[in-house]
């Protein structure tokens, strides 16, 4: 009988006590990265930029829904949704309107 052959039921059996609790094992209660019962929060240290611009693309996303919402709606509830979709508006052009001072004051390459 060849040595690979041979099993060593100790080491077989330590393997699977490893895998076992890798797998089953409930993970360690961690800190939570949150304050106050926050549950979303924006990765520490991002830069401005990618922050306004993830706002932006945000905002774009929330116009398009709220969009086409108010044209399947009628009366004050369509009113509503496109008093919703100038607000969303106005924040878009605040978000760009940061951005381009971001881009102005970044020295040329």
Do not use: W
């Amino acid at each position: 009988m060849s040595a690979y052959t041979t099993l060593d039921t100790k080491k077989l059996r330590e393997a699977a006590d490893r895998a076992l609790n890798i797998h089953l094992s409930p993970p360690a209660p961690t800190q939570p990265d949150t304050h106050n019962g926050q549950v979303f929060s924006v990765v520490p240290g991002l830069n401005t930029e990618s922050v306004l611009t993830s706002l932006s693309e945000t905002l774009a996303s929330a116009n398009a829904m709220v969009s086409d919402l108010a044209f399947e709606l009628e009366g004050s509830r369509r009113h509503v949704a496109l008093g919703i979709q100038q607000l969303i508006e106005l924040g878009t052009l605040l978000a760009d309107r940061a951005l381009d001072d971001i881009e102005l004051a970044e020295p040329t390459r």
